[in-house]
Every structure is written in structure tokens, then in C-alpha cells.
């Protein structure tokens, strides 16, 4: 694939193994980023993600797992599929996350603004994703990124 690439990283002071599932099991994941998944993120597993507080919610086709390693999958995002590529590298007691989104659709200008849009995502859940594991704290980054387009009749539980 050529074009953009959204790329995010951080270092998330937790084992490899914890961090890999913070991100293969939705009961986890919905702790910082959506609100709820389907099911676990394994190959060949097809799975929904939803963000309640959005109304809107994406399909995910998970391609290949590598337990504490590697998760590829490709997501509709807003009907308009894109790879998305998680690597954990053990460093040490912790752990280095990176996350690359790519193939982006339509001009090179759409793409890119897309990427862009994408890698500020990204970093979101990636620093989500530290201060729950780290801190066990919600920090909420997710609803109130937009706080002006939550879903009618969303109510925060916070």
C-alpha cells in the first residue's frame, strides 16, 4: 500500500502480555477507547466495535495475531477500509506499542488529511491505554475529545 501512514507509539510501563490483551480483549479496551466489542481480537475473527457516546460504531476483520507480539486488522471506518498494524515490543517490565494506520482512500490531499486525523486518534488510545494500565484511571479521553457530538441520549457515567 502506498500513500499516508498514520504512526503513533508509547511506552506503557506494563509487562508485553498485560498490554497485548489490554488490547485483544474488549472488556478491557472498552476500560479507554470504545465503549464496547463483540468479541476478542483473534485470526480470522470478525468483530464490532462501538463508541455509544458517538452513535457510531466500525466492523474489524482481524487478519493476523501474534500473542504479545502483533494484531493486523483492517476496520470500516465510516465505510472506507483501512489495515491497521499494532506491534508490542518488550522492553524490559515494559512495553513499546505502535500502531500504523494505512491505505487510505481518495485524493492525495483526503488521505492524507485522513492520516493525519487517524495518527491524533491513535495517540489518544495509546495514551489512554498508559494511564489505565499504569494508574487503573478512565481519563476520559475518548468522550471528551468531542464533547459537542455526543449521541442524543448519551448519558456519562463518569
Not at 489490554?22 to 466495535?49: C, H, I, M, N, Q
Amino acid at each position: 500500500m502506498s500513500g499516508p501512514v498514520a504512526a503513533a507509539g508509547m511506552l506503557i510501563r506494563r509487562p508485553v502480555g498485560e498490554v497485548f490483551e489490554a488490547f485483544a480483549d474488549p472488556a478491557v479496551t472498552s476500560r479507554f477507547w470504545f465503549s464496547r466489542g463483540s468479541g476478542r481480537l483473534k485470526p480470522g475473527a470478525e468483530v464490532r466495535w462501538d463508541w455509544d457516546m458517538y452513535g457510531v460504531g466500525t466492523d474489524v476483520a482481524v487478519r493476523e495475531v501474534e500473542p504479545g507480539r502483533r494484531i493486523l486488522m483492517v476496520w470500516d471506518n465510516r465505510s472506507d477500509p483501512t489495515e491497521v498494524d499494532w506491534r508490542f515490543e518488550a522492553r524490559g517490565d515494559h512495553t513499546w506499542v505502535t500502531i500504523e494506520n494505512r491505505g487510505f482512500s481518495g485524493t492525495l490531499e483526503k488521505q492524507t488529511a485522513k492520516a493525519l486525523d487517524s495518527t491524533g486518534g491513535f495517540a489518544l488510545v495509546l495514551a489512554g491505554a498508559k494511564v489505565w494500565l499504569e494508574h487503573g484511571i478512565n481519563p476520559r479521553f475518548v468522550p471528551d475529545r468531542h464533547p459537542d457530538h455526543h449521541a442524543p441520549g448519551w448519558k456519562d457515567d463518569a
